[in-house]
Nanobody, 121 residues
Framework: QVQLVESGGGLVQAGGSLRLSCAAS????????MGWFRRAPGKEREAVAR????????VYADSVKGRFTISRDNAKNSVYLQMNSLKTEDTAVYYC??????????????WGQGTQVTVSS
């Protein structure tokens, strides 16, 4: 069992930056691949960035490549999403999730409660 708590969301102007954090509790954090997902109003949930258990493998949505960076610190049971050059279309609730599957698995087992990111023009 893994509990996930996101933080770091907020209101930012277009072009600005935010760093999301996800703190995990429970055992065996290093056995989980982690991901950041988002859901904007009226849209499907989107996988934004994912990272392997070791941190050696990452996958990004085309919409955020070159602007967002996912990282993890296994010693701190944490995963991060650095978001730069934010656009209004990045506005969404962002969720942290964990899976025992590989980084590309479509099914994630545990989810956080989400944190709101709002980008103003």
């Amino acid at each position: 069992q893994v509990q996930l708590v996101e933080s770091g969301g907020g209101l930012v102007q277009a072009g600005g930056s935010l760093r999301l954090s996800c703190a995990a509790s429970g055992r065996s954090f290093t056995t989980y691949a982690m991901g950041w997902f988002r859901r904007a109003p009226g849209k499907e949930r989107e996988a934004v960035a994912r990272i392997s258990w070791s941190g050696g493998g990452t996958v990004y949505a085309d919409s955020v490549k070159g602007r967002f960076t996912i990282s993890r610190d296994n010693a701190k049971n944490s995963v991060y999403l650095q978001m730069n050059s934010l656009k209004t279309e990045d506005t969404a609730v962002y969720y942290c999730a964990a899976t025992r599957g590989g980084v590309l698995t479509p099914s994630y087992d545990y989810w956080g409660q989400g944190t709101q990111v709002t980008v103003s023009s």
